[in-house]
Nanobody
Framework: QTQVVESGGGLVQAGGSLRLSCTTS????????MGWYRQAPGKERELVAT???????KYAETVKGRFTISRDNAANTGYLQMNSLKPEDTGVYYC??????????WGKGTLVTVSS
């Protein structure tokens, strides 16, 4: 059974850091692109960062220079290092692993709350 599980969320003060993890099972993780998305209260889900199976990364303009996406294929895990957090970074963060339109898996999310 394929699973994607996020962890590492929590409450942090503005300016602080968190590291999110995305642990996968039931897939050949190295063959999947991975992405982090977030959904703030009352807003639509938005892309935060992506990393291809080859390690190429892209970021939303709002997080460039503060967030870093990475992956450890041997551990079947992806990460999102978040530094200099702002209150507007608050939301539920979701991990997505995609190889094709039919091989596209989402986790249930982890809540990040940044207090001012």
């Amino acid at each position: 059974q394929t699973q994607v599980v996020e962890s590492g969320g929590g409450l942090v003060q503005a300016g602080g850091s968190l590291r999110l993890s995305c642990t996968t099972s039931g897939m050949i993780f190295s063959m999947y692109s991975m992405g982090w998305y977030r959904q703030a209260p009352g807003k639509e889900r938005e892309l935060v960062a992506t990393i291809t199976s080859g390690g190429r990364s892209k970021y939303a303009e709002t997080v460039k220079g503060r967030f870093t996406i990475s992956r450890d294929n041997a551990a079947n895990t992806g990460y999102l290092q978040m530094n200099s957090l702002k209150p507007e970074d608050t939301g539920v963060y979701y991990c997505n692993a995609e190889r094709s339109p039919t091989l596209n898996f989402w986790g249930k999310g982890t809540l990040v709350t940044v207090s001012s």
